[in-house]
């Protein structure tokens, strides 16, 4: 069964931004203004149930997204408001401004300091990409470009398919930051060929997951890059125990002495949420039920003595070498045993030979079968494809040149070719070893 959102503001009209998800997540309580703002409607009761809205996302302090918030908790909202910080600063200035302006009008003021006051003790502030665990649903706010601490929102809700809505909220002029006027564009191109295949890496991993559950044998190997991928599994897996879909109990190694490094400085680097019981942090990476680290040799060498279904992530991500080659050699003759690789895999690696299809590999010294099941998927990479780079170019106005650098020139001249019909009269180079240019 679908989510079914429902418009209450900004239809027809670009004030009073209300928007309610799956009846229970409510984008946005904005104010209508100018035009848009009939027949006193800012006075008139929700057209939603109060009572049914576990939680309130405000994607910014713009009063037509947020000017309403105090009411709602007039009508009895009790939950949570969560923003980023630079919102809730904002918000109180912009609401406390509002309040003055209608006072000093002589109009009947929406609510009152006090109200005002009691509302912002509701909001809970969260700093951009930090998952929040509502019920069946993980929001996360997304830097938006717009003013300071916007953001669009996403949400994944986790039914029988997980499925994730973004609601952009108001895009900055090229929604990446401030730098949106550029004149010259030095891009990677790494699969400036291609399109992914668009899977949702949540669908992935819990297949896999749950076929090791329903078969209940056989372990799961994913030759992991230590530095990003080993986080976004480690927060899909967790999300997707959390949530129940797969059990506490199947064990998750990270075999990856580097990964698990990369895995604290993810920890520290990213800001953490304090206090509340709903808000997942980074930290949860590494304390969720039924993960092990296995940092040493000796736990790495003992994981097979565990004949259970289990999941092992283990570097290096094209088998170029690392703990993987000793896993692969121990599980690929097995037809219970499962791979899936989750990223890009080179011309000649060992991984790019099991990908393809090959059955005997060779490992360390010697001949393996593969009779594992083996699947690859593109979802999981950390480069964009073609149409995601070019979306990323559209962010920038005032471009004359575009320089394309870290890919292959395949994958550099497919991507130049579709450049050029759109940017005429930009210049796009693909540059040589040791060429100069001079924009
Ligand atoms: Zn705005």
């Known amino acids: ?49 109060v009572n049914e809205i576990e939680l309130a996302v405000i994607t910014h302090a713009h009063l037509d997204h947020s000017g309403l918030i105090a009411r709602l908790v007039k009508a009895g909202y009790r939950g949570d408001f969560l923003m980023t910080p630079q919102t809730k600063e904002l918000t109180a200035l912009v609401l406390s401004d509002m309040i003055h302006v209608v006072a000093s009008n ?7 300091y006090r109200e005002l006051n009691e509302t912002l003790n509701q909001c809970v502030c969260v700093p951009y990409n930090t998952p929040v665990k509502i019920g069946n649903k993980i929001v996360s706010l997304v830097n938006s470009g717009h003013i300071a601490g916007s953001a669009s929102v996403a949400v994944e809700k986790y039914g029988r398919k997980h499925h994730t809505t973004i609601f952009s909220g108001d895009l900055g002029n090229g929604s990446y930051g401030n730098t949106v006027f550029a004149d010259t564009i030095i891009m990677e191109s790494t699969y400036g060929d291609k399109m992914h295949v668009k899977e949702d890496p949540y669908d992935v ?44 109990d199947l064990p998750v190694y990270l075999d990856t002495p580097m990964g698990i490094e990369a895995t604290k400085i993810y920890n520290r680097y990213f800001n953490q949420p304090k206090g509340k019981r709903t808000e997942l942090s980074y930290e949860e990476l590494f304390k ?26 283990a570097g290096a991500g094209m088998m170029q070498g690392g703990r993987i080659l000793r896993h692969a050699g121990y599980y690929l003759p097995d037809e219970k045993s499962r791979i899936l690789f989750v990223g890009y895999q080179s011309e000649g690696t060992i991984s790019q030979q099991i990908a393809s299809g090959e059955k005997l590999v060779f490992i360390d010294g010697q001949w393996v079968p593969v009779n594992a099941h083996v699947r690859s998927s593109g979802t999981f990479s950390a480069h964009a494809d073609q149409n995601t780079l070019v979306d990323w170019l559209h962010g920038f106005s005032g471009i004359s040149n575009i320089i394309l650098n870290h890919g292959g020139d395949k994958q550099r001249c497919e991507l130049a070719k579709r450049l050029e019909n759109e940017y005429d009269g930009v210049d796009i180079f693909i540059p040589k070893h040791r060429q100069a240019l001079t924009v």
């Open 106 to 112: 002589g109009n009947e003021p929406l609510y009152n």
């Open 1 to 49: 069964m679908g989510t079914e959102i429902d418009f209450f503001g900004a239809v027809g009209g670009v004030t009073g931004s209300c928007t309610l998800y799956d009846k229970s997540l409510l984008v946005d309580c904005g104010l209508y203004q100018g035009i848009d703002e009939k027949e006193g409607i800012n006075y008139k009761p929700f057209d939603f149930d």
């Open 205 to 248: 991993l819990y297949q896999e997951a749950h076929q090791l559950e329903v078969q209940n044998e056989g372990t799961l190997l994913i030759p992991t890059f230590s530095i990003d991928r080993a986080q976004m599994i480690l927060g899909i897996l967790r999300n997707l125990k959390l949530l129940g879909l797969i059990s506490d």
């Open 288 to 313: 969720f039920k039924g993960l092990k680290l296995t940092s040493s040799r000796q736990a790495s060498e003992a994981i097979p003595r565990n004949n259970k279904p289990k999941i092992v992530m």
